[in-house]
């Protein structure tokens, strides 16, 4: 089965989602060949401590001395790795789960959606700082941690379309084909359940991302990588007298979640079952 | 005397409903069709027909009473002669929009049901022939075609392509004109008619169009409330239906004659 | 409003296109309808024949931006319409034209009962109303229990919905009632109930009615007089009965043959080949060509105007009635 060929024109329409696929595609290389540019440990000292931006710096030195800028394209890794593997993680997840609730119904119905509840009503950050400060830091369990406070939403979204397909007449007219239950879920109604639930999936990388972020400014994401949450957590300190330390991981974080933000609702209203067909 | 080849005997079906009294959908309903013949089960929206014809297609159980085919229950039969059983039993639904996966092209979706009989060849030009039994010409231009891009009654018509495909012994069409153009609907009687004569395939047709069931069944079953309220041979019963609500529906279709003549007869 | 001699409604060679995204559909191509005072006038006609457009444009109800008038006039009471602003047809509408459609599920807003809807129809037009009492009115008009106005949308039946529907279409008075396939969505006994109610309501109101719909046997029992559309054209006119048994327009007499479902002595039902007319094109000749038995040379080159058929203001657009030609 072929996806639906108006989703590329569709996207290529919509503005804001061009700018945002372009500017994604733009720190994924930066992500891949940054490092490549800015070879040796971003970490290393490299020159005098709390310099301006300008000249060899373009965005300053931090407290230790390291390249501001050097730091923002090694965090990028960082950024894009937590963001992107927990939502996978947390999309796949959400998506059996839902669908499974929605399709089977009655009581298998109800417990998933408990225990949905219960994972979406906990304060997320509380949890994620105590999970993490309890297990220790790393960025796996970070990825983790936001995986498992993510998926009821994708699980809400997906049992929901589920239900919603699964009414539809097609789905009998291959029951009467003779076809078993679990093919006719996978291959029948998923494929035309997953369209919002694509589009939630990039929200959640832009979610996964401030998340890692706030828990790098606390200090609890893995010590031994960049993030640039990190940044942020020095430039809390010096944030009037060196204020290039808090404005630019900043605006990397804000820019990069608005980006996936937009493309997650461009992806969302192409993918929306009840737009009108071309 | 030959056992039907459809025989529902006194199925009831009880849907319960949150916040609400349980709904009795079909009440012992009893119905049958001989090999070649054309049922025509008539009712409006609420007589539970839509549910008898599911209960048919095994889509939903019955509280109570048995479907037979060809003589045997299909609650006795195990699994893999309940898929056989299924192929001989095809459906056709009232929404041509929601009739067929949108993801599947048209090959893809004749594929599917060919797929299911042993040995069937799901080859291009044989589906192809399929489709031009449906009158949907030339063939090869709507293999590749996705069913929104196809017009209501088309849409239609590949619905019957995908019903004969695994050459059932009945056609099961809950509503199958109401969603189409006046001039559509003659057109797919017409095909159903040809399709008939050729396969000698037996139809189920359920209807809330008394106009329907006059042109194209040789016996009418009248539902209401879950019930069969009349049945019979469709000239004897239009000409003197002897159920009050047959003579209500009766009554209602003749108002809404196009022209001429007022009386309902064959 | 000028004087009563105008017809209610008149629309004269109305063409509307919709674009979407640079798709354009010509909906209406050459369609002239006119509406008198006291009249029931139907319009026959199947999916793409133009016949909801029209009823939507004849209330300033084309989707903004995406539908569009471009060419022909629309006057409604002697008042050329045809180029208001949304403003302007908001203090238009209702007084002399209201309008039902097809689904009343999906009009009727499921949040409010019944007796605000009303209301709020009746206070739209007439700000110092007692709204409670002609609600009550109107739901006794449409011969519903006065108990049905504290009730909300879903907890009635289809046929009860309708005449809600009706209730507040007739709430503000109007001169003319415009149904776009009122009874689709019913039961056969429901459509005669409410059909009798629109014959019973348009002699108490002296009320015009203009009736939408594919159902030919509908319009039979409704309607003096009747269009049948194709195509965006209106390509046949006059009283119901010349249309329906002295058709002139091939069209109309395969509609005709086709609705009534009776085989042929070969068995086989009358039918109309072919499949709709595709309504991207814009048709300078007649769009019923490619499916007509009857098509000769001039059918592919012009589009024939309003020839005079067999009956008193009987006309129909077909080139056989200029050549005197009878078809077999």
Known sequence: ?278 | MTAPLLDIRGVTKTFRRHGAAPLRAVDDASLHIDAGECVALVGESGSGKSTLARIALQLVTPDSGEVLLEGTSLATLDASALRAARLAMQPVFQDPAAAFNPRRSVRAILRQALARLPGADASDPRLETLLERVELRPGVDYLDRYPHELSGGQRQRLALARAIATRPKVIIADEPLSGADVSIRAQLLNLMGDLQRESGVAYLLVTHDMLVARAFSHRVSVMYQGRIVEEGPTDVVLAAPRNAYTRKLIAAVQSLEPVGDVAITT | ?328
Not at chain 1, 203 to 224: C, N, R, T
Not at chain 3, 61 to 66: A, K
Request: proline fraction near 5%; glycine fraction near 8%; include cysteine.
């Open chain 3, 1 to 328: 409003m000028s004087d009563s001699a105008d017809p209610i409604l008149e629309m004269q060679a109305l063409c509307v296109t919709y674009d979407t995204h640079g798709r354009v559909v010509h909906a209406l191509q050459d369609a002239s309808v006119t509406v008198s005072a006291g009249e029931a006038v139907g319009i026959a006609g199947e999916s793409g024949s133009g016949k909801s457009t029209l009823a939507r444009a004849a209330l300033g109800l084309l989707p903004e931006r995406v539908g569009r008038i471009t060419a022909g006039r629309v006057s409604i009471a002697g008042v050329d319409v045809t180029r208001y602003t949304p403003r302007q047809w908001e203090r238009l509408r209702g007084r002399p034209l209201a309008i039902v459609f097809q689904d009343p599920l999906s009009f009727l807003n499921p949040v409010m009962r019944v007796e605000a809807q009303i209301g709020e129809s009746v206070r739209r037009h007439d700000p110092r109303a007692d709204a409670h009492a002609r609600c009550v009115e109107l739901l006794e008009l449409v011969k519903l229990d006065a108990s049905v106005a504290r009730r909300y949308p879903h907890e009635l039946s289809g046929g009860m919905r309708q005449r809600v529907m009706l209730a507040i279409a007739l709430g503000c008075r109007p001169r003319l009632l415009i149904a776009d396939e009122p009874t689709t969505a019913l039961d056969a006994t429901t459509q005669t109930e409410i059909l009798a109610l629109l014959r019973s309501l348009r002699e108490s109101l002296d009320m015009s009615l203009l009736v939408i719909s594919h159902d030919l046997g509908l319009l039979r029992w409704n309607c003096d007089r009747v269009y049948v559309m194709y195509a965006g054209h209106t390509v046949e006119h006059g009283r119901t009965e010349d249309v329906l048994q002295r058709s002139a327009h091939p069209y109309t007499r395969g509609l005709v043959e086709a609705s009534r479902m009776r085989r042929r002595a070969d068995g086989r039902f009358a039918t109309i080949g072919g499949d709709v007319p595709d309504l991207r094109q814009r048709y300078h000749f007649c769009p019923f060509v490619a499916r007509c038995a009857h098509a000769f040379a001039t059918c592919r080159e012009a589009m024939p105007p309003a020839l005079p058929a067999d009956g008193a203001d009987h006309t129909a657009r077909c080139w056989l009635l200029q050549s005197q030609t009878v078809p077999a």
């Open chain 1, 1 to 278: 089965m072929r996806p639906r060929r108006g989703v590329v024109q569709g996207l290529l329409r919509n503005g804001a989602g061009v700018a945002s696929a372009l500017f994604i595609a733009f720190l994924v290389l930066v992500a891949l060949f940054g490092p490549v540019i800015y070879s040796g440990d971003p970490l290393a000292i490299s020159d005098s401590p709390m310099l301006h931006p300008g000249g060899s710096h373009l965005l300053g030195t931090d407290d230790l001395g390291r390249d501001v800028l050097a730091e923002l394209v090694y965090g990028v890794r960082v950024s894009l790795f937590v963001g992107c593997v927990a939502a996978f993680a947390a999309t796949v997840m959400g998506t059996l789960v839902g669908a499974i609730a929605g399709y089977a119904g009655g009581w298998v119905d109800t417990t998933i959606m408990r225990i949905a509840e219960f994972f979406q009503v906990m304060p997320t950050f509380i949890l994620a700082v105590v999970i993490v400060a309890l297990l220790g830091p790393g960025l796996l369990r970070v990825v983790a941690v936001i995986a498992l406070l993510s998926w009821p939403q994708t699980a809400r979204i997906a049992r929901g379309e589920v239900l919603r397909v699964s009414q539809l007449d097609f789905v009998n007219g291959v029951r009467c084909l003779g076809v078993p239950e679990w093919r006719i879920l996978f291959r029948e109604i998923m494929p035309n359940a997953i369209g919002p639930v694509l589009a939630l999936g990039t929200l959640i990388v832009g979610y996964a991302i401030l998340l890692e972020a706030s828990l790098s400014f606390l200090g609890l994401s893995s010590p031994d990588v960049v993030s640039w949450g990190r940044i942020l957590s020095v430039g809390q300190r010096f944030l009037f007298s060196a204020w290039w330390l808090s404005v630019f991981p900043g605006l990397a974080i804000f820019a990069t979640v608005l980006a996936f933000n937009l493309l997650g609702d461009a992806l969302g209203d192409l993918l929306n079952p009840r737009r009108a067909r071309t």
